[in-house]
C-alpha cells in the first residue's frame, strides 16, 4: 500500500490502509490540532531528526489495561519501601528531555527532538499532555509522559535513571487511571519492558472499538492537575519533588 502524504489540512487516511508495520502517512506539522486529530484516530508520530514526520498506527497494538498491570513481589517491595516520591504533572518538560536523553537498544538517536518537545510541552499547557515523576532525594529520577484524551491514556515514552523508578511511575500512573475510570493505557509498540508489567498486543481494530468508547467518556474532573499544581501519587518515605 503506498504511504501517503499529508495535506495542510489536519486530517489522515483510514488506518486500514497503513502499511504491515503500522506506518500510515508523513508530512503535515506538529500543530495542536493535528496531534489530537491524529490521536483520536489511533495515530502518532514517531520519526527521527532530519526525517519527515511519520504517523503510525500498527497492527497489534501494545496495551496495558489498568486493571491488568503487573505488580512483582519485588516491586511491590520497593513501593512499601517508600524509596520513591511519585507525582502527576510536577515537570513535563524535564521529563520529556529526559526521556529523550535515555538510551534505546537498537535505536540510533531519539524522536523526541526539540520540536516533539515544543508540541508536546504546548499540549501540556493545554490540559492534552500529562507526566508522572519520580523523585529521590528531590532528584528527578524516572518518569513517563503521554497524551489523555477522554479516558484513554496514550503512553508516549518513559526513562529511569535508576532501578526500577519507570516502572513505579507506570505502575502508579495506572494505578491512578484505574481510579479515575480509564481502562486502558496504550503502549503503541509492544516492548519487553511493557509486557513484563502486563501490557499485551491486541487488534488494531478492537484498539479502535476501545478508543471509540473511551473518547465518549470523559475523565473525571481532577484527574489531571493544572500544570505547576502537582498531584502527589506516592509520598514516598525519603526525598521529594523539587520546589
Same mark, same amino acid.
Given at each position: ?107 540510533? @538517536? ?10 508536546? !510541552?504546548?499540549? !501540556?499547557?493545554? @490540559?492534552?499532555? !500529562? ?61 519487553? !519492558? ?33 500544570? @505547576? ?13 523539587? @520546589?
Amino acid at each position: 500500500m503506498p504511504v501517503f502524504r499529508l495535506p495542510a489540512q489536519p486530517v489522515f487516511p483510514d488506518v486500514a490502509l497503513a502499511e504491515p508495520d503500522g506506518l500510515l502517512a508523513l508530512g503535515g506539522d506538529l500543530s495542536q490540532e493535528r496531534l489530537l486529530a491524529a490521536y483520536r484516530a489511533g495515530i502518532f508520530p514517531w520519526y527521527s531528526k532530519g526525517e519527515p514526520i511519520l504517523w503510525w498506527s500498527p497492527d497489534p497494538r501494545c496495551v496495558l489495561f489498568t486493571d491488568k498491570i503487573h505488580r512483582s513481589r519485588s516491586m511491590l517491595k520497593l513501593l512499601r519501601q517508600g524509596r520513591f516520591r511519585i507525582t502527576l504533572n510536577a515537570d513535563f518538560k524535564q521529563v520529556m528531555q529526559q526521556c529523550g536523553r535515555a538510551p534505546r537498544p537498537g535505536q540510533d @538517536g531519539t524522536w523526541i527532538t526539540p520540536g516533539m518537545i515544543k508540541a508536546y !510541552h504546548a499540549l !501540556h499547557q493545554a @490540559g492534552f499532555a !500529562h507526566s508522572a515523576e519520580v523523585w529521590q532525594d528531590r532528584v528527578l529520577v524516572g518518569g513517563m509522559y503521554g497524551v489523555s484524551l477522554g479516558s484513554v491514556f496514550f503512553g508516549e515514552s518513559m526513562f529511569s535513571a535508576v532501578p526500577n523508578a519507570s516502572k513505579a511511575a507506570l505502575i502508579r500512573l495506572a494505578e491512578h487511571l484505574q481510579a479515575a475510570g480509564f481502562a486502558v493505557l496504550d503502549g503503541q509498540v509492544g516492548n519487553p !519492558h511493557l509486557y513484563r508489567l502486563g501490557a499485551v498486543d491486541i487488534p488494531r481494530n478492537k484498539f479502535l472499538e476501545i478508543l471509540a468508547a473511551g473518547l465518549a467518556k470523559p475523565a473525571p474532573e481532577g484527574c489531571w492537575p493544572p500544570p @505547576g499544581q502537582p498531584l502527589i501519587l506516592d509520598a514516598g518515605k525519603a526525598g521529594g519533588a523539587a @520546589g
